[in-house]
C-alpha cells in the first residue's frame, strides 16, 4: 500500500462547478497535510495546509481533514479554466520535516 | 516571499560525466530538499538536511551525494550520470516542521 494514493484522473469538470480531489494516507501518526498544485513543466506551488479535523476554507479552496478515516480532501469552488493542472497531496508525520507526496490528480476545467 | 533558485532550468550531460546541481535560499530556511519527480511515480526524495554540513539520504539516494557548507546552499551530485538519471529535479527548503516547502522552478537533467 502506497503511503500517500491519489487517483490519478483526469478529473474533468465544467467551468463553475465544484472540484472534489481526494486523498488517503496510511500513517496514522501523520500530523499535517498540504495540497500543492503543479502546472504542466512548472515545480509545486503551495495552496492549502490544514493540520486539525474538520474544514479549513481559503477563497474558492476548502480543505477538509478526517483523521479517524485517514483521508483528506480538497474542493474548489467556481472552478476556472485557469485551476487545470495536477493538484499533489502530501502529508507529514510526526516529529519529522519529511513531506510524503501522493503522485497526484490532474484536474481538468472545460468553457 | 520565500525563493529558491536552482542554478539551471536545462541541462543536458553524457553518461558518466559528473553533474552538480545547485539550490540556493534567501530565508534563512534550516530545512532543504532534493526531490525528483518521473510521471507516475510522483515525487521521490533524494537527500535532506536540517543543518549546514548535516545530511540525511531519502528514500532513493544510490547514485546521488549532497553538499551543504553553507545554510542558503545545498548542492546536489550525480557523481557518475547515468541515463536512468534523466529526470526533473526539484529543490525545496521550509522553515520548521510545521509548514510546508517552498520548491525552486526545477532542473529538467537529460543524460545521453
Known amino acids: 500500500q502506497k503511503e500517500v494514493e491519489q487517483n490519478s484522473g483526469p478529473l474533468s469538470v465544467p467551468e463553475g462547478a465544484i472540484a472534489s480531489l481526494n486523498c488517503t494516507y496510511s500513517d496514522r501518526g501523520s500530523q499535517s497535510f498540504f495540497w500543492y498544485r503543479q502546472y504542466s513543466g512548472k515545480s509545486p506551488e503551495l495552496i492549502m495546509f490544514i493540520y486539525s479535523n474538520g474544514d479549513k476554507e481559503d477563497g474558492r479552496f476548502t480543505a477538509q481533514l478526517n483523521k479517524a478515516s485517514q483521508y483528506v480532501s480538497l474542493l474548489i469552488r467556481d472552478s476556472q479554466p485557469s485551476d487545470s493542472a495536477t493538484y499533489l497531496c502530501a502529508v507529514k508525520t510526526y516529529n519529522t520535516d519529511k513531506l510524503i507526496f501522493g503522485t497526484g490528480t490532474r484536474l481538468q476545467v472545460f468553457p | 516571499d520565500v525563493k529558491v533558485t536552482q542554478s539551471s532550468r536545462y541541462l543536458v550531460k553524457r553518461t558518466g560525466e559528473k553533474v552538480f546541481l545547485e539550490c540556493v535560499q534567501d530565508?534563512?530556511?534550516?530545512?532543504m530538499f532534493w526531490y525528483r519527480q518521473d510521471p507516475g511515480l510522483g515525487l521521490r526524495l533524494i537527500y535532506f538536511s536540517y543543518d549546514v554540513k548535516m545530511k540525511e539520504k531519502g528514500d532513493i539516494p544510490e547514485g546521488y551525494s549532497v553538499s551543504r557548507e553553507k545554510k542558503e546552499r545545498f548542492s546536489l551530485i550525480l557523481e557518475s550520470a547515468s541515463t536512468n538519471q534523466t529526470s526533473m529535479y526539484l529543490c525545496?527548503?521550509?522553515?520548521?516542521?510545521?509548514?510546508?516547502?517552498?520548491f525552486g522552478s526545477g532542473t529538467r537533467l537529460t543524460v545521453v
Open positions: 530565508m534563512d530556511h534550516e530545512n
Open positions: 525545496a527548503s521550509s522553515f520548521g516542521p510545521a509548514n510546508g516547502y517552498t
